[in-house]
């Protein structure tokens, strides 16, 4: 018997569907997980993927994918690769393992709900496609992580990390249950699909990928490179929904592309700012965080707004001057607060480390220079407890990140100021004006507390570091320290000192 | 009706004393942070609550006078936080004197 070839038969089936009868449309597609709004449900049927796939060259190319990743794995546990990495680079991917594994998981659940809610049939097919990519992607990095966990408790937060109340952690839930956990399947698929997968996961999973390469972390490259293919595919479904969308209902695709820009730019300064520019080794960089997001991030956002008719988001300047920012206060947060983190981050300002910031951000010194050199004096003074948080950082009531952004005023000052909101007598603090905006439009939606806010409401007893920590699921085991044990001060001790001076611990 | 010396002592007498959690930020400092102070602490007091987290630890210290601004208003150091009406999670910041 002749088999069809696919071009023959994949039209018929790729978009099979039918019209109910014995029930009505609204109960198999509600609107609240379907989302069609303004747009009528027959302009759905234009919606089409762009890259065809059929089950049988999925199942091929996946399992030609798995044996890869997995051979080089297998390779490589035999060699001591391992140990010879930079703590500070370690700590890079410890950031991802902890704070992307359990998203994948979650991304497993979206793509489902497309695959259920979506209102055209080619796209629910895509949608299993990427439900599918999601469970490989859960279980290759777990399975990834898990070897290291023996020889270094931190690497078990891939799998705990979203199971705790660690801030970050908190972070993280409050952004991906608004993007994929809460919304409906057409701002899901935009939100997803299109603004985070096809914008911000090249960032990590491109950018994070090459600097492992420089940084001799073969196996982590391997892994993520064998999951941004995926993507690749997966994250199509946004176009054709944004096309339709935008046809019928501008203002709500400029709104959901912009608000989930912004959110993941916040989340992203966190995850992959410090580790390009601080934890990979200054020997090993090619680029700043700042030029890869100008390279692969902006540009390549700037094509998709053109591409598809959308405007500029209306925030697109505060969006540029944070790069300058962002990423910086992010880093000295995550060390002065290192108690409170799965991972060990290195300061990563040497004097050579100090020099290409300064190179890469003409205003570096002026911000952040007098505030590294008073904790690297108390450092080399010996006193540890000055390095320590004694309280909380203020957090964002929109993204959950510390309120530290930094802008030049019209006072010829570089200050962290203040955005505050009061509603229904409550008074809210936020990170920047945009996260402001966001919170008063979508305000009936966002009602994750801050871990301030419970702190404040006695949820975390007792209410001391101590109690924090527990509270967070911190042992002393996972309790994050300086990565490189403060050897990065100690070329800031006069002649002499240095050579003497022992290693530093807190 | 008659007021009884009980009633004019509870009618004279301050407030009792309550927790104010502010956000506060101490001069060119990088991040907000929580600091709780009492209502009955002097504006001076809370600018030394607030130093506390921040002076000598991540900015550098300075022998300059501090004031605290809140609601765009320099206080006068010698107010208590409730007479300045500083209100729980209301934002402070607290700055050298140029």
């Not at chain 1, 030029?291 to 209306?314: A, C, H, N, S, V």
């Not at chain 1, 040497?350 to 904790?375: C, F, M, N, Q």
């Not at chain 2, 001076?44 to 601004?69: M, S």
Request: one cysteine or more; proline letters at 5%.
């Amino acid at each position: 018997m002749t088999m069809l070839k696919r071009e023959e038969w994949q039209h018929l089936v790729r978009d099979v569907g039918w019209d109910y009868t014995y029930v009505d449309h609204e109960a198999v597609y509600p609107e609240w997980h379907s989302g069609t709004g303004k747009v009528p449900v027959e302009a759905w049927r234009d919606w089409e993927e762009s890259y065809k796939v059929t089950y049988p060259e999925y199942v091929a190319t996946q399992n030609e994918k798995e044996h890869a990743a997995y051979a080089v794995k297998a390779a490589l546990q035999r060699s001591k690769a391992f140990e010879n990495l930079d703590e500070g680079w370690k700590s890079s991917t410890k950031m991802h393992f902890g704070g992307v594994t359990l998203v994948e998981a979650a991304a497993i659940i979206g793509e489902l709900k497309m695959a259920r809610f979506g209102l055209n049939p080619g796209w629910r097919n895509m949608a299993i496609f990427g439900a599918l990519d999601e469970m490989r992607h859960t279980q290759i990095t777990l399975f990834f992580a898990h070897e290291f966990v023996g020889k270094d408790p931190q690497y078990d937060w891939a799998q705990k990390t979203f199971h705790t109340n660690e801030w970050g952690a908190i972070a993280l839930r409050s952004l991906f249950d608004a993007m994929i956990t809460s919304p409906n399947v057409v701002d899901l698929a935009i939100q997803l699909p299109l603004t985070f997968e096809t914008g911000f996961t090249n960032l990590q999973f491109v950018g994070l990928s090459a600097d492992a390469l420089e940084a001799g972390d073969i196996n982590f490259a391997n892994m993520i490179s064998s999951i941004q293919t995926d993507e690749a595919r997966h994250s199509q479904q946004g176009g054709p929904t944004l096309e339709i969308l935008i046809q019928h209902d501008p203002v709500r695709a400029q709104w959901v592309v912009d608000k989930f820009f912004w959110l993941s730019a916040r989340a992203f300064s966190a995850l992959t700012g410090p580790a390009m520019d601080y934890y990979l080794p200054v020997e090993n960089r090619k680029q700043s965080y700042r030029e890869f997001m100008e390279e692969w991030i902006i540009d390549q956002f700037m094509r998709t707004l053109r591409d598809y008719g959308l405007k500029k988001p209306w925030y697109w300047d505060d969006f540029v001057a944070g790069l300058d920012v962002w990423h910086h206060s992010l880093h000295l947060g995550f060390w002065f607060w290192r108690p409170t983190i799965w991972w060990k981050p290195v300061g990563g300002v040497s004097k050579a480390e100090r020099e290409w910031l300064a190179e890469k951000y003409p205003h570096w010194e002026t911000i952040y220079g007098p505030l590294w050199d008073t904790i690297i004096a108390n450092v080399n003074a010996g006193q540890m407890e000055k390095t320590l948080p004694a309280t909380l950082p203020w957090l964002c009531n929109t993204c959950h990140l510390p309120n530290d952004n930094f802008t030049y005023g019209r006072d010829g000052k570089w200050r962290v100021r203040n955005w505050p909101l009061k509603h229904n007598g409550v008074t809210y603090h936020f990170c920047t004006n945009v996260c402001r905006q966001i919170w008063w439009e979508d305000r009936d939606g966002l009602n994750n507390p801050t871990v301030v806010e419970r702190f404040l409401a006695g949820e975390i007893q007792p209410m001391d570091v101590p109690g924090i920590l527990a509270w967070m699921g911190i042992t002393p085991d996972v309790a994050g320290d300086d990565g490189h044990g403060y050897a990065w001060a100690r070329e800031y001790l006069p002649n002499g000192q240095a050579a003497r001076a022992g290693s530093v611990t807190s | 009706m008659t007021e009884t010396p009980d009633d004019a002592r509870t009618a004279s007498a301050e407030p009792e004393p309550s927790l104010i959690p502010l956000n506060a930020i101490f001069a060119t400092d990088f991040v907000e942070i929580l600091v709780p102070v009492m209502s009955n602490n002097t504006v001076a007091e809370l600018a030394g609550a607030v130093a506390t987290h921040v002076e000598g630890i991540r900015v550098p210290a300075r022998d300059a006078e501090k004031a605290v601004y809140h609601n765009g208003r320099r206080l006068d150091p010698q107010l208590t936080v409730a007479a300045a009406g500083i209100a729980p999670l209301d934002h402070v910041r607290v700055d050298y004197v140029e």
